[in-house]
């Protein structure tokens, strides 16, 4: 093996090992001798401690330290001889070597962290892959960003709203019981069914929000996140009993001209009549509290028609203006309904309709409903106390159980109830696809469906049977 040093004059730190290269003088060529710096670091007082005696550079190159930088020293020892035995003394070949020989491999240990390090990222990869939350994130900034398309569209605001309560409350049961992708068994839906049960969720809310753990994870599979086709199958959606719905109401026509006509200034004029809008065009609150100009029309013919594109679905309805209630509204504002929050409208008329009901005391009639999350919540801490009926039931007024939605509804119960259209007409205003979602509107009561039965046969002066 060659001979190593160092040249360093300081005592403590670390210096590079030299090596020499020789050759005897000959009569063809004159004497050889170079001094050549190998990559090689070591610490210059180990390095001077293991050569003070033999014994102690004898016990160093047998340490773990010592035989690694002698397989190293022997290594370049190689690459000098290999070169040196064909004739080469070339310095500048001599330090290549040296260097090819000696990062080899560094230059292997470096390839072998960087597939450790790929590997490692791809496992992370796979990992978040699986993660049901984080897929859930993603969704939901996409949603609220517009990157992600439902059907071509942004999402509703309500829709998103939805979408967004969905993610807290599940993220809550996924901390408790956290799963991946190809774990989602029955016992997971049904862990979740349990969950949703525990927190006070109205069944209705239970139902939607396992609709949309279904959507989630038929999304995911469609992108490649998982292959558990058995997921889909298990996470069932509960069926949703008349007696656990929040009852929801609609307003009679009568209801519904007393609150036109009732006198009303500042934001409860302007709530009331937004309000009024959603009942004569039977849209939704993000289509109905938009209107402007460019809604209102007429045909060829002279009929007086709201165009709207529903926000919702992106379908085009074309709302022929049955009662001129709705122009004067219009009118009211140059065509351009003032704009106030689903929130702020609700509060006004529900406030409104409670006065308008010492008039209309059909409003202030108690109807069984059922407690909302919060509401049970707060009458569970003592915070507020709910009327009942001898079996127990909670019971509310009408006129407290009205929301923006009521005005949909009510425009379509009316409608259904004059009689004057099929179920084709009617579904176009409202813009349903389904005879059967169309039918949800339709708030009649049993005893209502009997008492219209029996003026339909007093009408006709006939008798069954």
């Known amino acids: 093996m060659a001979r190593f040093y160092i040249r360093s004059t300081k005592g403590t730190g670390e210096a590079n090992l030299?090596?020499?290269?020789?050759?005897?003088?000959?009569a063809e060529h004159p004497r050889i001798s170079l001094k050549i710096a190998t990559p090689i670091v070591v610490d210059i007082e180990a390095w001077e401690n293991a050569h003070a005696t033999p014994r102690a550079l004898d016990r160093f190159m047998n340490s773990r330290e010592g035989r690694e930088l002698r397989k190293r020293m022997d290594e370049i020892?190689?690459?000098?001889?290999?070169?040196?035995?064909?004739?080469?003394?070339?310095?500048?070949?001599?330090?290549?070597?040296?260097?090819a020989n000696y990062y080899r491999e560094v230059r292997q240990e470096q390839r072998r962290i960087r597939k450790e390090q790929e590997a490692e990222a791809e496992a992370l990869k796979e990992q978040d892959k699986a993660n049901p939350i984080l897929y859930l994130d993603n969704?939901?900034?996409?949603?609220?960003?517009?990157?992600?398309?439902?059907?071509?569209?942004?999402?509703?605001?309500?829709?998103?709203?939805?979408?967004?309560?969905?993610?807290?409350?599940?993220?809550?049961?996924?901390?408790?019981?956290?799963?991946?992708?190809?774990?989602?068994?029955?016992?997971?839906?049904?862990?979740?069914?349990?969950?949703?049960?525990?927190?006070?969720?109205?069944?209705?809310?239970?139902?939607?929000?396992?609709a949309l753990f279904s959507a989630l994870t038929k999304r995911a599979m469609s992108e490649g996140m998982h292959?558990?086709?058995?997921?889909?199958?298990?996470?069932?959606?509960?069926?949703?009993?008349?007696?656990?719905?929040?009852?929801?109401?609609?307003?009679?026509?009568?209801?519904?001209?007393?609150l036109y006509n009732m006198p009303l200034t500042g934001k409860e004029e302007k709530a009331r009549d937004i309000f009024m809008s959603g009942v004569y065009t039977c849209q939704r609150f993000s289509d109905y509290s938009r209107l402007d100009p460019s809604n209102f029309s007429t045909t060829a013919k002279g009929t007086k028609i709201v165009r709207i594109q529903q926000k919702k679905t992106g379908s085009v309805v074309v709302i022929p203006i049955l009662n001129d209630n709705l122009l004067h509204i219009a009118e009211k504002y140059g065509y351009t309904l003032p704009h106030m929050g689903d929130i702020y409208v609700c509060k006004h008329v529900r406030n409104i309709l409670k006065r308008l009901s010492a008039e209309v005391p059909s409003l202030a009639e108690e109807v069984r409903t059922v407690l909302t999350r919060h509401e049970l919540e707060a009458e569970q801490r003592g915070e507020v106390k709910h009327c009942r009926d001898a079996q127990g039931y909670v019971i509310k007024p009408r006129y407290d159980l009205v929301g923006t939605h009521t005005a949909r509804r009510s425009g379509i119960t009316n409608l259904y109830l004059s009689g004057k259209f099929d179920m084709l007409q009617m579904m176009s205003i409202s813009g349903h696809k389904s005879a059967v979602m169309f039918r949800e509107y339709i708030r009649l009561s049993k005893e209502e469906i009997a008492e219209a039965m029996t003026a339909t046969m007093e009408d006709t002066n006939e008798q069954l049977f």
């Open 18 to 26: 030299y090596t020499e290269v020789q050759k005897r003088e000959t």
């Open 77 to 99: 020892t190689e690459a000098i001889e290999s070169l040196t035995s064909r004739g080469i003394y070339s310095r500048a070949e001599i330090e290549e070597a040296i260097n």
């Open 139 to 210: 969704l939901i900034s996409g949603l609220e960003s517009g990157e992600i398309k439902h059907k071509g569209r942004a999402l509703a605001y309500n829709s998103l709203k939805v979408w967004k309560s969905f993610a807290k409350t599940f993220r809550a049961f996924y901390a408790k019981h956290p799963f991946t992708w190809n774990e989602i068994n029955g016992l997971i839906a049904d862990k979740y069914t349990a969950y949703l049960e525990r927190q006070n969720f109205m069944s209705r809310t239970v139902s939607a929000y396992q």
């Open 227 to 258: 292959t558990n086709t058995r997921a889909v199958e298990v996470i069932g959606r509960k069926r949703v009993l008349e007696d656990e719905k929040k009852t929801q109401i609609y307003l009679t026509t009568e209801e519904l001209q007393a």
